[in-house]
């Protein structure tokens, strides 16, 4: 929908004509006029000075009556502190313009409320003092008599005239240095040649802002006009559409289907709507993942369809990790963790189909793990725990104290959660048969190597 309103027309910047004072100036389709009918206060006494209207945002309006001349009430507003602002009415017109005669109604019917309104809350509140005669500063009863409409053509005026001279030469500037397609890549800092602006450069980087914010008018004209040349209303949709959806569609080409799991840090794949045709993917993937580049719902459910991980550790554990040591167990038996061979020796290679490249260094894994270079989820953690893994192979005491996740090892005679964790060591030969043959000589066994510790 075009928001067809004087706040964006009368903000537009240029002079001149265009096209003759005879032709009417519209833009098909809806058009939106939001008219406000307002009031200043004193601040000091709260008594009701000057009564308005306006079709422009109020903060606007309020800027022009404080830095203007042309009433006396402008004159007499020379601090925002004077004076309280606020809205008494507003009404909302629109209608689905298609011809100039459908247009001027428009404006006509928001005119004749606004002067109507503006009118009323005058004489209700006592604001008509045209001689200085009371605390009123309304120098009418109230109406414009027709302004509305001719305001309205003057600024489209100036708005075309703009486009034609400034607006759309900067973009043919901008396009003949950087390529066709380079309208996505226009910075907030980026400063372009434009020779009939008034020192000979266009701020492009805040044009395109205030078009994509509302804040620059854009005729239905130049409207078409941008958008033959690939115009991006909206930035953040355009990047995920043109530029890092075919990122990770090139990735996974090249990679196959299951590789968003292992896109890393470093990696960059080619992206040719991007500025320099590549994309640093390992920094996006980054940047999703904490929450500091924002992903539009319906991408989301595209990442989320194809495998997307958007927490790495729990994603490699569930998908990596623990189907490496359920394929170790249903090789080598259900007791089989207590002997995974340490290191990145062959024999402790595990098939996970998840993983890079089809498999693990399991035995690596669990050095890491045992080292508290690896970081084990408690979720995780427990699964091991109730499968016998061994986090530490050597000294019983470490084990059972990483196994508890305690600072120190304890003693078992004062510890519950120790003398379970013993017990269930019993008979499993893990520290050497000799002590296995009864609880007392594993008890006797973490003794031994809680005093080494």
């Known amino acids: 929908m075009q928001q067809a309103t004087l706040d964006t027309w009368l903000e537009t910047a240029g002079a001149g004509d265009d096209g003759g004072d005879d032709e009417w100036l519209w833009d098909a389709g809806l058009q939106v006029l939001r008219c406000i009918v307002y009031m200043y206060t004193c601040a000091a006494t709260g008594e009701p000075v000057y009564v308005g209207q306006t079709v422009r945002r109020l903060a606007r309006r309020d800027a022009e009556h404080l830095g203007g001349r042309q009433t006396g009430f402008d004159r007499a507003y020379t601090d ?13 017109f629109e209608g689905n313009v298609q011809s100039a005669d459908q247009d001027k109604a428009l404006l006509a019917q928001a ?5 109507a309104r503006e009118a009323h809350w005058i004489a209700h509140h006592g604001t008509h003092c045209p001689r200085g005669e009371g605390r009123g500063m309304n120098q009418t009863a109230g109406g414009q008599l027709g302004l509305l409409a001719a305001c309205a053509q003057a600024a489209r005026r100036r708005s075309h005239v703009a486009w034609r001279t400034v607006y759309a030469p900067a973009f043919e500037r901008w396009m003949l240095d950087k390529g066709t397609d380079s309208l996505l890549h226009v910075a907030q800092c980026d400063v372009v040649q434009s020779p009939a602006s008034a020192d000979g450069t266009l701020q492009l980087g805040t044009l395109v802002n205030n078009i994509r914010s509302g804040g620059t008018a854009v005729p239905a004209a130049w409207r078409a006009w941008l958008d033959v040349r690939g115009f991006v209303w909206n930035y953040q949709a ?11 569609e090139r990735w996974m080409l090249d990679k196959g289907t299951d590789s968003l799991l292992h896109v890393a840090q470093r990696d960059v794949v080619q992206s040719p709507a991007s500025a320099d045709g590549t994309l640093p993917l390992g920094q996006l993937v980054s940047s999703i993942r904490s929450g500091n580049a924002a992903v539009p719902d319906a991408w989301r459910a595209w990442l989320d369809a194809r495998g997307f991980a958007w927490n790495y550790q729990a994603a490699i554990w569930e998908r990596v990790n623990i189907p490496a040591f359920g394929r170790w167990m249903l090789d080598k038996g259900t007791d089989s963790l207590l002997h995974i061979p340490s290191g990145a020796g062959v024999r402790g290679i595990v098939q996970s189909p998840a993983s890079a490249d089809g498999t693990l260094q399991l035995g690596r894994l669990v050095n890491s793990i045992r080292s508290d270079t690896t970081a084990v989820p408690a979720a995780w953690r427990a699964w091991l725990d109730a499968r016998g893994f061994l986090w530490h192979t050597q000294n019983l005491a470490a084990h059972v104290a990483r196994r508890l996740q305690r600072a120190a090892p304890v003693d078992p005679g004062a510890d519950a959660d120790a003398t379970v964790a013993l017990s269930q060591l019993y008979g499993s030969g893990a520290f050497g048969r000799a002590t296995c043959e009864s609880l007392d000589g594993i008890v006797a066994r973490y003794n031994a190597d809680r005093a080494r510790l």
């Open 80 to 92: 925002r502190g004077m004076f309280v602002l606020t809205e008494l009415e507003v009404g909302t």
């Open 111 to 115: 005119a004749a409320w606004l002067d």
């Open 238 to 248: 355009a990047i995920w559409e043109r530029v890092n959806i075919p990122a990770f």
